[in-house]
């Protein structure tokens, strides 16, 4: 699977067009997290779920996304409590090759909300001018990694552009 | 699923008639391993693979196996590197509801050899009476678990019934 360029930024308030974007709720729980890699289960409000196993950032890149029918992810979850995250992602392509993710949090980490846009090429990612609601840049900070915040809840300053 | 009723015990030398079991191969990885769970990918020398995700056996067991492509397998598997079991698996079916299966472990575990027994009940587990080529009753002990034989290798007197 190809490499990943993205930005990840702290969402000062909501875009004025939200309610046109994709909408979906997502729940998700991490089966383990360990030095080499994570193992996550997800479901989406329309009942699709997945199990995904990503290799740690500093090893060389795998992600593997395995389909999970409704029963199993029942049976899964009980396994994650304490690891989870359950948030609305709002998607919408900005351009070709450039999609915006902004995830609105919900439960203990209500009032934090990101925006990760996905990127076709360095020269995109770095050319990219953020829009006027979107706050701090959190690129590659791991205390915004949704398996921390599953497990650590958000940073204090989450919301503040500081 | 069902608890399963099983019996573990060191092999000291290999039953005659293991030629006419069942056979296959099996390759199997840690991807991780926690207090919570160990998620786990197999694959058998027909190219079947799997990846099984178990709780711990102190908490409520789940076990949980979804199907593998080749490809997925082949991506997964240097995550596991250090976490590694290889063995030829012969299984019998002795009686109803009673499985044999004789792990024959290769590579840096070769010489252990090792039995289990799966019963129908617990009144059949206790009234079972191993066979004379059988050694040592290693039920419940961690040591044998794959898990700590793939992370640790064989404890010392794995051969030994003593």
Redesign the interface.
């Known amino acids: 699977m190809a490499q990943e360029i993205e930005r990840k930024l702290l969402v000062d308030e909501l875009p004025d067009d939200l309610d046109a974007w994709r909408a979906r709720r997502l729940e998700q729980g991490y089966?383990?997290?360990?030095d080499?890699?994570?193992?996550r289960i997800r479901r989406a409000d329309d009942n699709d779920a997945w199990?995904t196993?990503k290799?740690a950032p500093s090893?060389?890149r795998?992600e593997?996304e395995?389909v999970?029918d409704a029963d199993?992810f029942e049976?899964?979850w009980?396994?994650t409590e304490g690891r989870r995250v359950v948030k609305v992602r709002h998607t919408r392509e900005d351009a070709p090759g450039m999609t915006f993710e902004l995830d609105v949090y919900e439960g203990a980490l209500a009032g934090l909300v990101t925006l990760e846009v996905e990127f076709a090429s360095e020269e995109d990612a770095r050319a990219w001018t953020p829009p006027p609601w979107a706050g701090r840049d959190v690129t590659g900070d791991k205390a915004y990694a949704n398996q921390t915040l599953a497990v650590h809840g958000a940073p204090r300053s989450a919301s503040r552009d500081d």
Do not use: G, Y
């Open positions: 089966l383990a997290i360990t080499e890699a994570e193992i199990l196993v290799s090893l060389s795998v593997e395995l999970l199993a049976r899964l009980p396994l």
